[in-house]
């Protein structure tokens, strides 16, 4: 079980429950780390006392360590801060809760210094799942997954010595805000109605990819690295009502599922104290009272995303990145009201189409693809 963390996006949906939950199950917090929250990091520091706090802007970093003038703390900046925070030698788990492809270079990072890794940031994986899951292999380090539905399928894997014995995994999928709607009701969707989703509250930028579906994209690739299986090995079902959070089906027909109620709190439970399990006051699942359970097949017509991330795992090579870097591009533009929710696809599509894949990337090709991503997504505005 985890004794000490570096948490990478403290601030965020994921970090701030992941600090509940060190503080229910008493783990200590080594490293806190945010983009510019001076304010919310500021009260964390106060309260977790750890060693590290890191602020990627400069001027917010020299804020907090006047701020915090009374408190024995090393503030630091930067992408320098993020990864000395990942390396601390005093964390034996890093918690990677930061948004996006930034999150990256600080898994690697944790992964070269042999931490353990509690991984909630996917678009790491979709980038450069090929090359993490080989540095974790060299260094010796651990990936636990903290996205609900892979920690589902760590849970059915429990127990099974040989991967080959796995037919299929089988990722659950809510559905988002805007399930049942065509393609064409989709296009003048605004900001607040992405970001209404049914069962989770999360940050901004995934509840937008669950609105899309893309968020089910990412998680497919993930699976894929995560649990070393082809594309083909992966499925994905609707499941609206976030109870059975995936599954994993044997070659023998038996399907095992993980559930509970959606509540991000478990799977980061797990991760931090696993291969044991620590007792919690969160309410039970109630079977008696949860609605009926349903499945269906997704609609890859109203939701394009979904397939352009799969015929992406196909692709291989620098394609997921170049899908990643495009959508966190066209996100953020949506975010900022600059783009209508049509376009998203729209804009990754186009993205897909212009760059060519390279093949066997190096960590260079990948930040390259993710740029080149960037770029031809801000053109296709202009
Ligand atoms: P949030 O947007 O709520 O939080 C992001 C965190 O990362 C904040 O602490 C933010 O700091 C920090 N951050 C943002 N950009 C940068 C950057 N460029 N460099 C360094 N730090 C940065 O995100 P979530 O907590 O929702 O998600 C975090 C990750 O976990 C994502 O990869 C997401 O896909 C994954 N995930 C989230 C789930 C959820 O329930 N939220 C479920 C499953 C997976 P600041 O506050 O200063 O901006
Ligand atoms: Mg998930």
Known sequence: MTKAISLLGSTG??????????????????????????????????????????LQELDAAMELQRRLSDVDVEVAYGLDGLLRAAALGSSDTVVTAVVGVAGLRPTLAAIEAGKRIALANKETLVCAGELVMIAARRYGAEIIPVDSEHSAIFQCLQGCRDYREVRRIILTCSGGPFFGLRREELANKTKTDALKHPNWTMGAKITVDCATLMNKGLEFIEAMHLFRMPPERVGVVIHRQSIVHSMVEYQDGAVLAQMGTPDMRLPIRYALTY????????????????????????DMEAFPCLRMAMECAQAGGTACAVLNGANEAAVGMF????????????????????????????????LEADRKARECVKRGLS
């Open 13 to 54: 949906s994921i970090g701030r429950q992941t600090l509940e939950v060190c503080e229910e199950i008493g783990v200590k917090v080594e490293a806190l780390t945010a983009k510019s929250s001076v304010d919310l990091l500021e009260k964390q520091v106060r309260r977790f006392r750890p060693r590290l706090a890191v």
């Open 275 to 298: 291969p044991e399990r620590a007792g919690t006051e969160l309410p039970p699942l109630d079977l008696l009272s949860c609605p009926p359970l349903t499945f269906q097949e997704p």
């Open 335 to 366: 975010l900022r009201e600059e783009i209508g929710f049509g376009q998203i696809p729209e804009l990754v599509e186009r993205a897909l189409s212009q760059i060519s894949v390279k093949y066997h990337p190096s960590l260079e090709d990948i």
